[in-house]
Protein backbone atom coordinates (compact mmCIF):
# COMPACT_ATOMS: atom_id res chain seq x y z
CA UNK A 1 0.00 0.00 0.00
CA UNK A 2 1.15 3.26 -1.08
CA UNK A 3 2.15 6.03 1.90
CA UNK A 4 -0.15 8.96 1.52
CA UNK A 5 2.20 11.66 -0.07
CA UNK A 6 0.31 14.39 2.06
CA UNK A 7 1.41 12.47 5.37
CA UNK A 8 5.60 12.53 3.94
CA UNK A 9 4.78 16.37 3.94
CA UNK A 10 3.43 16.65 7.29
CA UNK A 11 6.41 14.65 8.92
CA UNK A 12 8.69 16.81 6.61
CA UNK A 13 7.34 19.61 7.75
CA UNK A 14 7.66 18.32 11.72
CA UNK A 15 11.55 17.69 11.25
CA UNK A 16 13.53 20.15 12.83
CA UNK A 17 15.48 22.05 10.44
CA UNK A 18 19.03 21.77 10.20
CA UNK A 19 21.36 25.51 10.61
CA UNK A 20 24.50 25.62 8.70
CA UNK A 21 26.94 26.53 11.37
CA UNK A 22 28.34 29.70 11.89
CA UNK A 23 31.92 29.99 10.36
CA UNK A 24 34.47 32.35 11.41
CA UNK A 25 38.07 33.22 9.81
CA UNK A 26 41.01 34.10 11.79
CA UNK A 27 43.97 35.52 10.32
CA UNK A 28 47.33 35.36 11.99
CA UNK A 29 50.98 36.50 11.08
CA UNK A 30 52.33 34.30 13.32
CA UNK A 31 53.11 30.08 12.00
CA UNK A 32 51.48 27.48 13.57
CA UNK A 33 54.61 26.52 16.19
CA UNK A 34 53.65 30.25 18.33
CA UNK A 35 51.53 30.13 21.25
CA UNK A 36 49.05 32.56 19.81
CA UNK A 37 47.89 30.25 16.84
CA UNK A 38 48.25 27.47 19.10
CA UNK A 39 45.84 29.60 21.17
CA UNK A 40 43.33 29.90 19.02
CA UNK A 41 43.45 26.38 17.68
CA UNK A 42 42.45 25.34 21.35
CA UNK A 43 39.59 28.48 21.27
CA UNK A 44 38.25 26.57 17.77
CA UNK A 45 38.01 23.02 19.31
CA UNK A 46 35.80 25.08 22.62
CA UNK A 47 33.65 26.79 20.34
CA UNK A 48 32.73 23.69 18.27
CA UNK A 49 32.53 21.23 21.54
CA UNK A 50 30.26 23.72 23.32
CA UNK A 51 28.21 24.97 20.46
CA UNK A 52 27.45 21.56 19.47
CA UNK A 53 28.55 22.63 16.34
CA UNK A 54 26.93 25.69 15.59
CA UNK A 55 29.97 27.94 16.30
CA UNK A 56 33.38 26.89 14.19
CA UNK A 57 36.24 28.65 13.63
CA UNK A 58 38.68 28.51 10.94
CA UNK A 59 42.38 29.43 11.01
CA UNK A 60 44.67 30.81 8.59
CA UNK A 61 48.38 31.38 9.52
CA UNK A 62 51.77 32.81 8.55
CA UNK A 63 49.60 36.01 6.72
CA UNK A 64 48.00 33.22 4.64
CA UNK A 65 44.60 35.40 3.99
CA UNK A 66 46.63 38.85 4.56
CA UNK A 67 49.12 40.87 5.97
CA UNK A 68 48.58 42.31 9.60
CA UNK A 69 47.25 46.08 8.60
CA UNK A 70 45.29 44.26 5.59
CA UNK A 71 43.64 41.92 8.13
CA UNK A 72 42.07 44.64 10.18
CA UNK A 73 40.39 46.54 6.97
CA UNK A 74 39.46 43.12 5.68
CA UNK A 75 37.51 42.55 9.95
CA UNK A 76 36.08 46.22 8.72
CA UNK A 77 34.67 44.66 5.70
CA UNK A 78 33.28 41.86 7.04
CA UNK A 79 35.44 39.64 4.82
CA UNK A 80 36.97 37.53 7.66
CA UNK A 81 36.52 38.15 11.26
CA UNK A 82 39.42 38.05 13.78
CA UNK A 83 43.02 37.95 14.27
CA UNK A 84 45.88 39.17 16.75
CA UNK A 85 46.79 42.58 16.95
CA UNK A 86 48.17 45.80 18.99
CA UNK A 87 50.70 48.91 18.07
CA UNK A 88 49.76 48.51 14.57
CA UNK A 89 45.90 50.20 15.75
CA UNK A 90 48.19 53.29 16.12
CA UNK A 91 47.84 53.66 12.77
CA UNK A 92 44.10 54.20 13.43
CA UNK A 93 44.00 55.66 16.94
CA UNK A 94 46.67 57.43 18.73
CA UNK A 95 46.00 55.62 22.20
CA UNK A 96 47.05 52.21 20.88
CA UNK A 97 50.79 53.44 20.79
CA UNK A 98 50.99 52.90 24.30
CA UNK A 99 50.09 49.24 24.09
CA UNK A 100 53.99 49.03 22.33
CA UNK A 101 55.90 51.79 22.94
CA UNK A 102 59.77 51.43 22.88
CA UNK A 103 61.41 52.20 26.21
CA UNK A 104 58.69 53.02 28.29
CA UNK A 105 57.62 49.93 30.24
CA UNK A 106 60.37 48.30 32.15
CA UNK A 107 58.98 44.31 32.92
CA UNK A 108 55.49 42.43 32.34
CA UNK A 109 54.55 44.03 36.18
CA UNK A 110 54.52 47.84 34.67
CA UNK A 111 52.71 45.65 31.53
CA UNK A 112 49.80 44.62 33.38
CA UNK A 113 49.79 48.13 35.56
CA UNK A 114 48.69 49.66 32.44
CA UNK A 115 46.45 47.06 30.64
CA UNK A 116 44.73 46.58 34.03
CA UNK A 117 44.16 50.31 34.50
CA UNK A 118 42.63 53.82 32.73
CA UNK A 119 45.18 53.91 29.81
CA UNK A 120 44.20 50.42 29.40
CA UNK A 121 40.53 51.03 29.29
CA UNK A 122 40.89 54.19 26.81
CA UNK A 123 42.82 51.94 24.39
CA UNK A 124 39.94 48.85 25.09
CA UNK A 125 37.13 51.59 24.08
CA UNK A 126 39.27 53.19 21.19
CA UNK A 127 39.39 49.66 19.83
CA UNK A 128 35.84 48.89 20.02
CA UNK A 129 34.42 52.65 18.93
CA UNK A 130 36.86 54.42 16.77
CA UNK A 131 37.90 50.90 15.02
CA UNK A 132 35.32 48.24 15.24
CA UNK A 133 37.17 45.84 16.88
CA UNK A 134 36.36 44.06 20.23
CA UNK A 135 39.40 42.95 22.02
CA UNK A 136 39.06 39.85 23.85
CA UNK A 137 42.27 39.31 26.11
CA UNK A 138 45.42 40.02 26.11
CA UNK A 139 48.50 37.82 24.76
CA UNK A 140 52.01 38.58 26.46
CA UNK A 141 54.29 39.34 23.72
CA UNK A 142 57.67 39.03 25.81
CA UNK A 143 60.56 41.86 25.49
CA UNK A 144 61.32 42.41 21.87
CA UNK A 145 65.18 42.30 20.91
CA UNK A 146 67.33 43.07 17.55
CA UNK A 147 68.96 40.53 15.70
CA UNK A 148 71.68 41.15 13.38
CA UNK A 149 74.98 39.63 11.73
CA UNK A 150 77.40 41.95 13.76
CA UNK A 151 77.00 42.59 17.46
CA UNK A 152 74.75 45.72 18.86
CA UNK A 153 75.65 47.08 22.35
CA UNK A 154 75.47 50.82 21.95
CA UNK A 155 73.38 53.18 20.14
CA UNK A 156 76.64 54.00 18.15
CA UNK A 157 77.14 50.40 16.99
CA UNK A 158 73.63 50.86 14.76
CA UNK A 159 75.39 53.10 12.02
CA UNK A 160 72.96 53.64 9.44
CA UNK A 161 71.73 49.71 10.27
CA UNK A 162 68.60 48.91 7.69
CA UNK A 163 66.20 47.55 10.64
CA UNK A 164 63.26 46.26 9.44
CA UNK A 165 60.10 47.35 11.72
CA UNK A 166 55.94 46.82 12.10
CA UNK A 167 54.25 50.21 10.44
CA UNK A 168 54.07 51.59 13.22
CA UNK A 169 55.10 55.53 14.50
CA UNK A 170 56.80 55.31 17.08
CA UNK A 171 59.04 52.33 16.41
CA UNK A 172 60.38 54.09 13.23
CA UNK A 173 60.83 57.12 15.16
CA UNK A 174 62.77 55.44 17.78
CA UNK A 175 64.84 53.28 15.53
CA UNK A 176 65.53 56.97 13.41
CA UNK A 177 66.40 58.51 16.61
CA UNK A 178 68.92 56.21 17.22
CA UNK A 179 70.98 56.35 14.03
CA UNK A 180 69.69 53.28 12.12
CA UNK A 181 67.55 53.20 9.51
CA UNK A 182 64.16 51.65 10.06
CA UNK A 183 62.55 49.74 7.00
CA UNK A 184 58.25 49.11 7.38
CA UNK A 185 57.44 45.89 5.99
CA UNK A 186 55.09 42.59 6.78
CA UNK A 187 56.62 40.08 9.08
CA UNK A 188 55.83 37.23 6.63
CA UNK A 189 58.38 39.01 3.96
CA UNK A 190 61.40 39.33 6.73
CA UNK A 191 62.99 36.33 6.42
CA UNK A 192 63.32 36.35 3.10
CA UNK A 193 64.76 39.93 2.90
CA UNK A 194 67.24 39.13 5.47
CA UNK A 195 68.40 36.42 3.26
CA UNK A 196 68.75 38.90 0.14
CA UNK A 197 70.18 41.53 2.26
CA UNK A 198 67.62 43.80 1.03
CA UNK A 199 67.42 44.62 5.25
CA UNK A 200 70.53 43.45 7.69
CA UNK A 201 68.57 43.52 11.49
CA UNK A 202 64.99 42.93 12.93
CA UNK A 203 63.27 43.07 15.99
CA UNK A 204 60.65 40.73 17.75
CA UNK A 205 60.39 38.90 20.95
CA UNK A 206 62.40 36.08 21.56
CA UNK A 207 59.34 33.27 20.42
CA UNK A 208 58.70 35.34 17.06
CA UNK A 209 62.55 35.25 16.38
CA UNK A 210 62.51 31.20 17.01
CA UNK A 211 58.98 30.85 14.98
CA UNK A 212 60.37 32.71 11.86
CA UNK A 213 63.62 30.85 11.61
CA UNK A 214 65.63 34.08 12.02
CA UNK A 215 68.36 32.35 13.53
CA UNK A 216 69.36 30.89 10.15
CA UNK A 217 70.37 34.36 8.85
CA UNK A 218 70.95 36.02 11.72
CA UNK A 219 73.71 35.73 14.14
CA UNK A 220 73.17 37.97 17.14
CA UNK A 221 70.91 38.02 19.59
CA UNK A 222 71.15 41.96 21.29
CA UNK A 223 69.00 41.88 24.23
CA UNK A 224 67.86 45.23 23.86
CA UNK A 225 64.35 44.41 25.75
CA UNK A 226 63.34 47.70 23.99
CA UNK A 227 59.56 46.83 23.82
CA UNK A 228 57.60 45.37 26.71
CA UNK A 229 54.16 44.79 24.80
CA UNK A 230 51.29 42.75 24.48
CA UNK A 231 48.63 41.73 21.61
CA UNK A 232 45.14 41.22 21.87
CA UNK A 233 43.01 38.70 20.23
CA UNK A 234 40.13 40.62 18.34
CA UNK A 235 36.83 39.92 16.77
CA UNK A 236 34.89 42.61 14.94
CA UNK A 237 32.19 44.11 16.66
CA UNK A 238 29.71 43.93 14.13
CA UNK A 239 30.73 40.23 13.70
CA UNK A 240 30.37 39.21 17.48
CA UNK A 241 26.95 41.76 17.43
CA UNK A 242 25.46 39.19 15.06
CA UNK A 243 25.53 36.33 16.81
CA UNK A 244 22.93 34.78 19.01
CA UNK A 245 22.75 35.46 22.10
CA UNK A 246 23.60 31.97 23.58
CA UNK A 247 26.65 32.11 21.20
CA UNK A 248 27.73 35.29 22.29
CA UNK A 249 27.95 33.76 26.13
CA UNK A 250 29.80 30.74 24.48
CA UNK A 251 32.16 32.54 22.93
CA UNK A 252 33.20 35.22 25.59
CA UNK A 253 33.83 32.07 28.17
CA UNK A 254 35.60 30.33 25.56
CA UNK A 255 37.59 33.30 25.15
CA UNK A 256 39.00 33.51 28.80
CA UNK A 257 39.76 30.22 28.66
CA UNK A 258 41.99 31.02 25.78
CA UNK A 259 43.36 33.84 27.56
CA UNK A 260 44.64 31.33 30.42
CA UNK A 261 45.58 28.56 28.24
CA UNK A 262 47.83 30.90 26.04
CA UNK A 263 49.24 32.55 28.92
CA UNK A 264 50.08 29.08 30.11
CA UNK A 265 51.69 28.21 27.20
CA UNK A 266 54.07 31.74 27.08
CA UNK A 267 55.35 31.01 30.47
CA UNK A 268 56.74 27.66 29.30
CA UNK A 269 57.60 28.87 26.15
CA UNK A 270 59.93 32.05 27.10
CA UNK A 271 63.09 29.78 28.43
CA UNK A 272 62.79 27.13 26.41
CA UNK A 273 63.44 29.46 23.08
CA UNK A 274 66.12 31.13 24.59
CA UNK A 275 67.77 28.03 24.55
CA UNK A 276 66.75 26.82 21.67
CA UNK A 277 67.83 30.22 19.58
CA UNK A 278 71.23 29.58 21.47
CA UNK A 279 71.09 26.39 20.24
CA UNK A 280 71.00 26.95 16.86
CA UNK A 281 73.98 29.13 16.80
CA UNK A 282 72.65 32.89 18.20
CA UNK A 283 75.15 34.77 20.36
CA UNK A 284 73.12 36.68 22.88
CA UNK A 285 74.70 39.79 22.88
CA UNK A 286 74.18 42.18 26.12
CA UNK A 287 73.55 45.91 25.47
CA UNK A 288 73.84 49.25 27.21
CA UNK A 289 69.88 49.33 27.52
CA UNK A 290 69.99 52.99 29.63
CA UNK A 291 71.91 54.44 26.60
CA UNK A 292 69.44 53.34 23.95
CA UNK A 293 66.44 54.78 25.79
CA UNK A 294 68.02 57.92 26.60
CA UNK A 295 69.25 58.29 22.92
CA UNK A 296 65.37 57.83 21.92
CA UNK A 297 63.42 59.24 24.63
CA UNK A 298 63.01 62.97 23.37
CA UNK A 299 62.52 61.81 19.82
CA UNK A 300 59.52 59.39 20.83
CA UNK A 301 58.40 62.26 23.34
CA UNK A 302 58.25 64.68 20.89
CA UNK A 303 56.62 62.13 18.50
CA UNK A 304 53.04 62.17 20.18
CA UNK A 305 50.78 64.74 20.23
CA UNK A 306 49.85 67.04 23.18
CA UNK A 307 47.26 64.59 24.91
CA UNK A 308 49.06 61.85 24.46
CA UNK A 309 52.39 63.41 26.08
CA UNK A 310 49.86 63.83 28.84
CA UNK A 311 49.44 60.45 28.90
CA UNK A 312 52.90 59.48 28.95
CA UNK A 313 53.70 61.36 31.39
CA UNK A 314 51.01 59.78 33.22
CA UNK A 315 52.15 56.70 32.81
CA UNK A 316 55.95 57.44 33.64
CA UNK A 317 54.69 59.75 37.26
CA UNK A 318 52.41 56.51 38.56
CA UNK A 319 54.65 53.91 37.43
CA UNK A 320 58.09 55.73 39.48
CA UNK A 321 55.46 56.64 42.15
CA UNK A 322 54.56 52.85 42.83
CA UNK A 323 58.12 52.08 42.90
CA UNK A 324 59.04 54.69 45.65
Known amino acids: MAFPL???FVFSACEPQKREPIILKASHLVNEQH????????????LKKRSKGRLLLQNYHSEQLAKES??????QAGVIDMTTTGSILNNWS???AFCELPFLLKDSVDMKKIIEGPIGQRMEKAMLEDIGLRPLAYFQRGPRHLTSNRPIKHPDDLNGLIVRVPNVPSFITAWQSLGAKPTPMAFSEVFTSLQQGTIQAQENPF??????GFSEVQEYLNLTAHVVSWTYPVIGEKQFQALPDDLKTIFLEAAEDMRDFEHK???ENEKK???ELKAQGMTFVEVDKEAFALASREAIYSSLSQEMQKVYNEIVANLSKEKE
Open 265 to 267: LFI
Open 6 to 8: FLL
Open 273 to 275: VQD
Open 35 to 46: TWYKAFEYFGDL
Open 94 to 96: EII
Open 70 to 75: EAIRLI
Open 207 to 212: AMIRAA
